[in-house]
């Protein structure tokens, strides 16, 4: 951490030596634009969102987990989720991060997949809250995470095995995730990295990203609000190529040596997620062949070495936490439940095996 407060990574190398991409002003009349947009989007998610926890009811097969600030951030809400009957054992930490574009949302919206985790692999999983743009820019969540994690990891009445400890999030958490891990109070302490469709590249044009998505796909969730989410979280000025900005440029040493990257088909994230896996996987000399992980449909991704690639076909970003209704409820329930069970199993079978 620098004498002003911010994040460095554990190593000078910030940015593979190449020259830096400066974010830069967008002319007044679209700053005005996403202005408007940004807290039209914030204020009707949040809306929707309070009114979706009034109105539904809380799954019976959920965890309720306990609430707890730390010292370091104590305005920010976490959510612990402990497997039943486990207060004796030192077990596995899993800590998770959630999305929503730096802006919106909160711990809370990981719930079912936290829930599923603890419960069905013995593990301890902690959802971390950090502060939100516009007020809060980069690289202040980074900083809010890397915090929490240091403190949750130093929680004694969580008896964690310090020596199995995974870092994960969704989509901007996912970007968050990757970024904590290279800092230096959190490098050299993970045991892996989880990115469910993760923002991990901020270098390229959203008219760029789109360009790569299947032409046959729906519209992109993303399309209408890529671009005032990125105005609203990247200072001007900022290199974009800052690892803890674009994880996709950091340097490998910097991050475990175990990472699973999950894109979805019909998200215009999926090429640089998929992009970082094969990245990691060209300098992961691992062997990792354990015939309990279970297995994808030939075409679906791969593993090689530490890394495991996996993409989600026919869906759309945010398909883990889009509900519907119905059967396509159950359909998105079951589709989510398989992945995150493949998720559990490497991380029990390969990530904490040795």
Known sequence: MHADGSLSTSSTSTSLN???ILSIPPPLHLRVAY?????????SFQLGLSASRLLQKRRRDLLQPEIKAYEVRPDLKNRIFRPQDSEDEELPLY???HGGGWAVADP??????????????NIIVVSVDYHK??????PRAVEDVAAIAQAVM??????????KVVLGGFSAGGNLAFAAAQTKVLCGQLSGLVGFYPVLDLTEPTEKKLSRRPRNGPPDI?????????????????????????PRFAHRKNLPSYAYLVGAEYDMLCYEARQMAESLAMYSAMDCERTSIPTLPEGDGWQRGGIRWEIARGRQHAFTHITKHGREERDRVKFC??????????????????
């Open 337 to 354: 439940q398989e992945l995150y069970n493949r998720v559990g199993c490497w991380l029990n079978e390969e990530v904490w095996a040795r």
């Open 108 to 121: 809370e919206t990981d719930d079912e997949f936290c829930s599923f985790l603890a419960q069905n692999f």
């Open 133 to 138: 743009s516009p007020k809060h820019r980069f």
């Open 222 to 246: 993303l399309a209408s609000s890529a671009n005032f989410l990125d105005w609203a979280y990247v200072p001007a000025g900022t290199d974009r190529r800052d690892p803890l900005l674009s």
């Open 18 to 20: 190449a020259d830096p």
């Open 154 to 163: 130093s929680d004694e009445s969580l008896n964690i095995d310090k020596s």
């Open 35 to 43: 202005f408007i947009s940004l807290w039209a989007f914030k204020v």
């Open 95 to 97: 800590l998770d991060v």
